[in-house]
Structures are given as C-alpha cells and as structure tokens.
C-alpha cells in the first residue's frame, strides 16, 4: 500500500479485501476475511428474512419460534374438519 495514513485508514476500515471483520448481524459473533463476509451473509443464522405469513423480517434461526406468535400463522380448526383459520388472534 502506498499512500497517507489516513487514506490507510480509509482502505483498512472499508475497502480491504483481507481485513477482518466481524459480521453485521445482532448475535453473530464471527469474524472473517472481508472478502468472505458476502457468502457469509447469505447464509449466516442471524440473517433477517421474512415470514412467510406476516411479513415481518425474523432472524433465520428463530423463524420457527416466531410461527408461534405470528399473527397470520393459519391455525387448523380444533373439531378435525380440515379448514384452516386466516389468521390467529393474539
């Protein structure tokens, strides 16, 4: 690298492929290659998506905890005929 300390900085905190660098995602402790940060991202189990009911952006690895709060999880009705309700009530 050639240049100021402060374009150094710049290039370290930003633009450097082989820095490290921790993942982005509350509760992912990771860290890596900068340059190995976007496959991680895409795979990491902290990453947001959205549920498939609602919407609304869960963490990947508790998706499945969320079902049981989501307000638009269909929910069978309890005498066994097969309809399901549009939603749940909270």
């Known amino acids: 690298?050639?240049?100021t300390k402060k374009q150094l900085e710049k290039h370290l905190d930003s633009d450097c492929l082989e820095q490290k660098?921790?993942?982005?995602f509350e509760g992912c402790n990771k860290h890596m290659k900068r340059r190995l940060l976007?496959?991680?991202k895409k795979t990491c189990e902290y990453r947001l998506?959205?549920?498939d009911h609602c919407k609304e952006s869960?963490?990947?690895?508790s998706k499945s905890m969320h079902l049981n709060?989501?307000?638009k999880f269909p929910v069978s009705y309890p005498n066994g005929c097969g309809k399901k309700t549009p939603q749940r009530r909270r």
């Open 1 to 3: 690298f050639t240049g």
């Open 21 to 24: 660098t921790k993942c982005p």
């Open 38 to 40: 976007a496959e991680h």
């Open 49 to 51: 998506v959205p549920c």
């Open 58 to 61: 869960v963490r990947f690895n």
């Open 69 to 71: 709060t989501c307000p």
